[in-house]
């Protein structure tokens, strides 16, 4: 079964900061792309990265994602205070159909 | 615009049973997979089923085999999810995902409703 291990748990950085965030995967699934929402305080999630590094409709180039194998990364560039939320990577596999990670939450100071 | 809008969701006792419904809007909803996504109060999210374009191949979590069902009506555009024997694990909010594939390429959840609260207690 595949599993998603996000870190670190919580992010606290100040505006204008960059923010890294890890998803590593139990294994290699055969296509190997990692997606990534952002879930804001009270709303739905919104699709933010897929194929592990093209950005969704409308999403700030301040964000880009990377990564190959078991291990993908989604970079915030410069921080600005409505980043603040949950983001969760996931992927498609056999074992379940689709997982996600526990989710990073990124805090503005 | 794409619009996805969960209802039935509401308070049911241990044991029983509940049908979630979402209603798809502003795209052509016969050739997306729907997906159920899960989020009890507090936690992470949890893919609970999928069902392909036409109805005819479901997917489900383990956590949810043969107790949950989904299963769509094209004819009215709307997803459903059958629940029954719930218990106090399966309380969360419950959304509605549209499945965008590209085949060999990549696949994610393209849009989703605002979600529908269920409660399991007594």
């Known amino acids: 079964e595949l599993v998603l291990t996000q870190s670190p748990g919580t992010l606290s950085l100040s505006p204008g900061e960059r923010a890294t965030l890890s998803c590593r995967a139990s294994l290699g699934v055969s296509n190997g792309h990692t997606v990534w929402y952002q879930q804001r305080a009270g709303q739905a999630p919104r699709l933010l990265i897929y194929g592990t590094s093209t950005r969704a409709t409308g999403i700030p180039d301040r964000f880009s994602g990377s990564g190959s194998g078991t291990d993908f990364t989604l970079t915030i560039s410069r921080l600005e205070p409505e980043d603040c939320a949950v983001y969760y990577c996931q992927q498609y596999g056999n074992s379940p159909l689709y997982t996600f990670g526990q989710g990073t939450k990124v805090e503005i100071k | 615009e794409v619009q996805l809008v969960e209802s039935g969701g509401g308070l049911v006792q241990p044991g029983g049973s509940l049908r979630l419904s979402c209603i798809a809007s502003?795209?052509?909803?016969?050739?997306?997979?729907m997906s159920w996504v899960r989020q009890a109060p507090g936690k992470g999210l949890e893919w609970v089923s999928s069902v392909n374009g036409g109805g005819g191949r479901t997917f489900d979590a383990d956590s949810v085999k043969g107790r949950f069902t989904i299963s769509r009506d094209n004819s009215k555009n709307t997803l459903y999810l059958q629940m029954s024997s719930l218990t106090a694990e399966d309380t969360a909010v419950y959304y509605c995902?549209?499945?965008?594939?590209?085949?060999?390429?990549?696949?994610?959840?393209?849009?989703w409703g605002q979600g529908t609260l269920v409660t399991v207690s007594s």
């Open positions: 995902a549209r499945v965008l594939v590209v085949p060999g390429e990549h696949r994610e959840f393209d849009c």
């Open positions: 502003g795209f052509t909803f016969s050739i997306f997979e």
